[in-house]
């Protein structure tokens, strides 16, 4: 995610806290924050998709996705 994106999230956050936000201003960070957790996600998923099982025997097995 773009940094100007994560620093108008926490803006958005910053003035949460001194004020209530516009409808406008919601949605902004609605979406702001679900276009981050799909990219967070997304980076879980990749480093998951890349670890490995080693077992006591020391044979390795992809991890296995939960259904």
């Known amino acids: 995610m773009e940094n100007s994106k994560l620093n108008r999230i926490n803006e958005l956050a910053r003035l949460a806290k001194e004020r209530e936000l516009s409808q406008e201003e919601l949605d902004?960070?609605?979406m702001l924050r679900k276009?981050?957790?799909a990219e967070w996600r997304r980076g879980a998923e990749q480093v998951l998709e890349?670890?490995?099982i080693v077992?006591?025997?020391g044979k390795k097995r992809k991890l296995q996705k939960r259904v």
């Open 55 to 57: 077992t006591p025997d």
């Open 50 to 52: 890349n670890t490995y």
């Open 35 to 37: 276009e981050y957790i």
């Open 28 to 30: 902004e960070r609605e």
